[in-house]
């Protein structure tokens, strides 16, 4: 059956790769997924057609056959369970690869979106220049213990995984802030990620709808 | 064999149920699996014995055997696909639930943890007055969202499953900021949720440890 995925129109991010579409289009690539891409305006996706798919009028969407499913993490997930390439055969190994996905969502990603408040939602405000610096720190402390728990392996737990994926994909949002470049262990992790031939196909893939936007400042 | 969980020794919210192993013991009690807790002091979460456990140093965590998780959504999904009663047969439906896990986690639950950001971790900060509405109205947002699409059914997808458990978990969180009442559907969810008896068995382990102790603001 046809999968088709929803991605922004017009990316927010003007190609750079960080729309949560490119790590949907990372797992299809990695397990080998043809895949079609139905493009959202920002006013469709707060409409009743979009918000039936999506309950919180987001991207990405995921369908195929008669399953319907949102969230970047469920998406991700699926497509690990039901194709070889991203999970470890091994029970007990797959329900480590899983708690990565949850960690990189749950508890890595929360610190860093807030950075995305503090500059943009929040940029214009009085206290936006202050606040920045704690933001900034509750990130390092997540960043240190990640990089103390990565240590001198390539991947999180063996081999690459979608706990891999997921972890890399939130850290890449962290790039523009120059933060991820203060843990080299974690920058090189990122860099490994971004060069599996599967991730540079997701990132061609988006970058061909977004590079003639002109990019905003993240 | 046994399922060990960690928990706080002290709980911060001193047995209001919010801190993590609450969900852990929640789905231990639907599945019926019976566990025990080790307690974790403060100082011991950031001690190498536990950072091998989990690398973030927080709870709950998960040790059965040879398999040790972290992460509360990670430790949550395992049990529910190697036990009934937490997710429907149907594969479609199983998706979908687990779609909701990752929604609680990952698009309801990063406001919600902003709010205690900005109460507590920068409640003394000098624009904590007026940051506080931004970040209620961002949770708003969400709940409208989420009210919206519960709509008057009991649960999210069908009956109650890993989703609900996840997201009556995180909308607690909520009640003591009076805003979980503003939105009466989600209100009466997750009153749903903690009447159910596997909830208020959960409710009373924790709440046998941490009572005792003075409980402070959240």
Redesign the interface.
Known sequence: MTIVITAFERSPDGGKGLARDTRVRWALEEVGRPYEVRFVSLRAMKEPAH?RLH????IPTYEEG??????????V??LAQIHAGLLPDDA?AR??A??W???A???V??PI??LA?ARL??GD???AG??LP?VED?IRQ?LA??A??LGRTEWLDGGFSAGDLMMVSVLLRLRPSGLLDEFPRLAAYVARGEARPAYLRAFAAQWAVNAVIEPQAV
Request: glycine share 6%.
């Open positions: 918000l309950p919180f009028g987001q008669g399953l319907a499913l949102f969230e970047t993490g469920a998406i997930l699926h007990d329900a480590r899983i708690a996905m949850f960690a969502l749950n508890t990603e929360p979106l807030d408040v939602a929040e405000r009085p206290w202050q606040r704690l509750r997540r213990q990640l103390t728990r």
